[in-house]
């Protein structure tokens, strides 16, 4: 039996978190205090108040006694609370705004960020897109990498070592009918990816006119034998695909790190091995082989013919990237759901499991003329989308500026960032449609919103006369305008919504939060002046405009922005 390369579980519960971020946790400062007054005192009744009323909010409702007093006057000694209004069996407290800026800039100024990391040694294999070569990323399936690629720039800003992955199918019934329709078509010409989808497109259509696919299954027949001939011509042919699909993902941002193939696990046997293990569990009817879930589902591992499923073969790579990693993440399209349950009651079933799996499903994007299918010949691809973003985005960026030339590469970056930005806004189990007027809205929930107000930011500080490095002694300790007070709240949570994305593997609460930090940085840049101002609070609120541009861009190098000066 296969069994895992022993090492501790990878699994950090969510109190575990807080360990590798490294910034003044007042929260958990907080709760230190109150858990002398109440021990049995629960961190969640401890909250950063959304409504402006307070700062935070302590709930005392589901503790016996009377000793809100008491509570009130420990909370009032830690220096950072500027006041605590005690309302019934809540505790309403507001905190010392500029104690929370100075630490913020602290750690900018010392360690380039804020919140400060240190590096975990635990391994994350992310696999992601993986989608058939057998036709370019299509707008409905791009999504996938989005959250992927996300998801792994979090992990690694998180200190985790993170691989990329993406598992080649060049095994199945799609893969054959694309190498299948070469020969048969286009054998004298050079393989192009037109050329291969044309006749991908035309070899399905033959098929479901006939009804046969006899020639296709008896291809896949030889491939499980390891016929090196084959395996080498259909991967050519894949390969020619594969290139595409990654200059599709460079040209929004992303890189994967390994491509693994299915038929590695053919031809080294690896496959054949694993169905030799599984033997004491396996069921037979007729000559096809099936494991029995839990539930009493029938899971094939082969053909009455003897040829391999899709399921064996994920099996052994999943086996292949424990080996190598402590904790896997499978980004996969919502209908691969239940391949992903029954995949993780085999590995914990019948393979020991002692790591961490997550599987992270995603609804797939449309367009407002439907959904999309590469074989039907209805699909927008990647490729299509972003020139048309890209020249929706230049044509709003002339208008606005009156210059031509300069304009290709904002308009570039816009577009890139629009796309990533409103795909992953939207939590990834909801459908959603592309709506170009939505994501390119400069006053809307986008990322050309985002990107203004880092510009703002960016001229703020450019028009300084102020050195920061000399200066930053000297803060005003005058009360800050609401809006300042608002913006410097906001930015101090910045590691708790990290931590949380994380705990949940869900970066599009990194795109929600940069939505509403930019707009209370706005608002803050419409009430508060910075410069011109008296000098202690001209430097306080240039610390402000700092912290807040560094964190943009720690956000927009995780979710995929491209960040410009001008605009």
């Known amino acids: 039996m296969y069994s895992q390369t022993t090492t501790k579980n990878v699994f950090r519960h969510s109190n575990d978190y807080d360990h590798m971020l490294m910034y003044q946790n007042i929260h958990e400062k907080l709760t230190s205090t109150i858990r002398k007054v109440i021990p049995e005192f629960k961190e969640e009744d401890l909250s950063f108040d959304k409504t402006g009323h307070c700062d935070l909010t302590v709930r005392t409702f589901r503790y016996k006694g009377d000793n809100m007093e008491q509570l009130k006057s420990a909370l009032l000694e830690e220096s950072f609370v500027k006041s605590a209004v005690v309302e019934g069996k809540y505790l309403n407290l507001s905190i010392d705004s500029n104690f929370l800026l100075s630490i913020m800039h602290s750690s900018i100024s010392t360690t380039g960020q804020y919140p400060d990391v240190f590096q975990d040694p635990e391994r994350v294999s992310v696999e992601h897109t993986s989608i058939n070569p057998t036709g370019p990323i299509h707008v409905g399936r791009v999504r996938n990498s989005i959250i992927g690629d996300s998801i792994s720039r979090l992990l690694k800003r998180f200190g985790y070592r993170v691989t990329t992955q993406y598992f080649v199918n060049d095994s199945g019934k799609q893969m054959m009918s694309l190498y299948l329709a070469y020969e048969k078509y286009n054998a004298n010409k050079q393989p192009t990816p037109e050329l291969l989808l044309d006749g991908y497109r035309r070899i399905y259509r033959e098929m479901e006119s006939s009804g046969s696919e006899a020639e296709v299954e008896?291809?896949?027949?030889?491939?499980?034998?390891?016929?090196?001939?084959?395996?080498?011509?259909?991967?050519?042919?894949?390969?020619?695909?594969?290139?595409?699909?990654?200059?599709?993902?460079?040209?929004?941002?992303?890189?994967?790190?390994?491509?693994?193939?299915?038929?590695?696990?053919?031809?080294?046997?690896?496959?054949?091995?694993?169905?030799?293990?599984?033997?004491?569990?396996?069921?037979?009817?007729?000559?096809?082989?099936?494991?029995?879930?839990?539930?009493?589902?029938?899971?094939?591992?082969?053909?009455?013919?003897?040829?391999?499923?899709?399921?064996?073969?994920?099996?052994?790579?999943?086996?292949?990237?424990?080996?190598?990693?402590?904790?896997?993440?499978?980004?996969?399209?919502?209908?691969?759901?239940?391949?992903?349950?029954?995949?993780?009651?085999?590995?914990?079933?019948?393979?020991?499991?002692?790591?961490?799996?997550?599987?992270?499903?995603?609804?797939?994007?449309?367009?407002e003329t439907g959904s999309m299918s590469t074989r039907k010949g209805n699909a927008v691809t990647l490729k299509e989308l972003i020139e048309k973003t890209y020249e929706k985005s230049r044509e709003i960026i002339v208008e606005k500026r009156g210059e031509k030339d300069s304009n290709d590469e904002i308009a570039r970056k816009i577009a890139i960032s629009a796309i990533r930005f409103n795909i992953l806004k939207?939590?990834?189990?909801?459908?959603?449609?592309?709506?170009?007027?939505?994501?390119?809205?400069?006053?809307?929930?986008?990322?050309?919103?985002?990107?203004?107000?880092?510009?703002?930011?960016?001229?703020?500080?450019?028009?300084?006369?102020?050195?920061m490095d000399n200066e930053t002694s000297s803060i005003s300790d005058k009360e800050l305008a609401r809006e300042e007070r608002t913006l410097v709240l906001n930015m101090y949570t910045y590691p708790f919504i990290l931590s949380e994305a994380v705990k949940n593997l869900k970066p599009e609460a990194l795109a929600n939060y940069a939505f509403m930090l930019s707009k209370t940085f706005n608002d803050f840049y419409e009430k508060c002046k910075v410069n011109d101002q008296d000098s202690e609070i001209t430097i306080r609120r240039l610390m402000t405009v700092t912290v807040y541009k560094s964190i943009m861009e720690d956000i927009s190098s995780i979710i995929g922005i491209q960040l410009v000066t001008e605009m």
């Open 218 to 367: 008896e291809m896949i027949k030889k491939y499980e034998e390891g016929d090196p001939v084959l395996i080498n011509k259909v991967r050519k042919i894949a390969g020619v695909m594969l290139d595409d699909i990654k200059n599709d993902l460079k040209a929004i941002g992303i890189k994967i790190d390994d491509f693994t193939w299915e038929s590695d696990f053919i031809v080294s046997g690896e496959v054949k091995t694993l169905i030799s293990s599984l033997s004491d569990s396996i069921k037979s009817e007729g000559e096809a082989k099936y494991l029995e879930l839990n539930d009493g589902r029938k899971v094939f591992l082969t053909r009455s013919d003897g040829s391999t499923l899709y399921v064996v073969r994920d099996i052994a790579y999943h086996m292949y990237k424990l080996s190598q990693s402590d904790w896997l993440i499978t980004v996969l399209g919502e209908d691969h759901s239940e391949h992903g349950k029954t995949l993780t009651e085999i590995l914990k079933t019948h393979f020991d499991l002692i790591k961490r799996l997550d599987f992270v499903f995603n609804a797939f994007v449309s367009l």
């Open 426 to 467: 939207v939590s990834a189990s909801k459908a959603m449609i592309f709506r170009w007027e939505d994501a390119l809205d400069f006053n809307g929930d986008s990322a050309p919103f985002v990107i203004y107000s880092y510009v703002r930011a960016s001229n703020i500080i450019k028009k300084s006369e102020m050195n």
